[in-house]
């Protein structure tokens, strides 16, 4: 099983230009999640998907958009990049999010740079 | 006030050392806790949960004090692959909360 895989791994781009985030999973989790991680912020949440079909706003949703494609893929797209936006974007995805000890797993991440 | 609150560090510890870090959590509604370690540009990773009587795994031991809302996190006998930084985790209903890390440094 690969897990969590996330693409690109790396992303450099002009203020204003767009770009999609993905990310999916092979343990046929029902929820998944996009976070960011600043220095000395910690990591937010941007948007999740509790289960397929369904996505909801996390504590930093603007400027971003999400699609839950299906069960095992989740995009996050930028739609007009600014340079605040430069920061290192984690995918994750857990069986379900009301459960008791419900592990979250990770993603690689992408370091996105915005320029 | 934040809802997980965590000491940054870094805590700076020699080799074989013990080590406890605390985190606070402010909503008593809270569920469920865990430990997560993230290794430096790195994916945070599941270290441990935590459970209401108290769990250890190996050199590890963490606590739950529900009526003082804090988790703990013991290590034992440190190893430089220690090295990290730990991610205190609160679950609220459907909401997961991350605190921002404590730094631990072991030193040779």
């Known amino acids: 099983n690969a897990g969590v895989t996330q693409t690109p791994k790396f992303q450099v781009?002009?203020?204003?230009?767009?770009?999609t985030l993905q990310c999916a999973q092979d343990m046929n989790h029902n929820s998944m999640y996009w976070y960011r991680q600043d220095p000395g912020?910690?990591?937010?949440?941007?948007?999740?998907?509790?289960?397929?079909?369904?996505?909801?706003?996390?504590?930093?949703?603007?400027?971003?958009?999400v699609s839950r494609l299906n069960k095992r893929e989740?995009?996050?797209?930028?739609?007009?990049?600014?340079?605040?936006?430069?920061?290192?974007?984690?995918?994750?995805?857990?069986?379900?999010?009301?459960?008791?000890?419900?592990?979250?797993?990770?993603?690689?991440?992408?370091?996105l740079t915005v320029l | 006030?934040?809802?997980?609150?965590?000491?940054?560090?870094?805590?700076?510890?020699?080799e074989g050392a013990t080590v406890a870090f605390n985190?606070?959590?402010s909503n008593s509604a809270s569920q469920s806790f865990f430990w997560y370690r993230q290794d430096c540009r790195k994916e945070p990773k599941l270290l441990m949960s935590v459970?209401?009587?108290?769990?250890?795994?190996?050199?590890?031991?963490?606590?739950?004090?529900?009526?003082?809302?804090?988790?703990?996190?013991?290590?034992r006998d440190s190893k430089l692959s220690d090295s990290a930084t730990y991610l205190c985790v609160v679950r609220r209903g459907d909401k997961i909360i991350f605190g921002k890390g404590t730094r631990l440094h072991i030193l040779p």
């Open chain 2, 51 to 75: 459970y209401s009587s108290g769990n250890e795994d190996g050199r590890f031991t963490a606590q739950l004090n529900r009526a003082s809302q804090y988790i703990s996190l013991l290590i």
């Open chain 2, 1 to 14: 006030r934040k809802e997980v609150e965590q000491d940054p560090g870094p805590f700076n510890v020699p």
């Open chain 2, 23 to 25: 985190c606070t959590y």
């Open chain 1, 74 to 111: 989740f995009s996050l797209r930028l739609e007009s990049a600014a340079p605040s936006q430069t920061s290192v974007y984690f995918c994750a995805s857990s069986e379900a999010p009301t459960a008791t000890y419900n592990e979250q797993f990770f993603g690689p991440g992408t370091r």
């Open chain 1, 41 to 65: 912020m910690g990591l937010r949440l941007i948007y999740y998907s509790a289960s397929e079909g369904t996505t909801d706003k996390g504590e930093v949703p603007n400027g971003y958009n």
């Open chain 1, 13 to 19: 781009l002009k203020t204003g230009q767009s770009m």
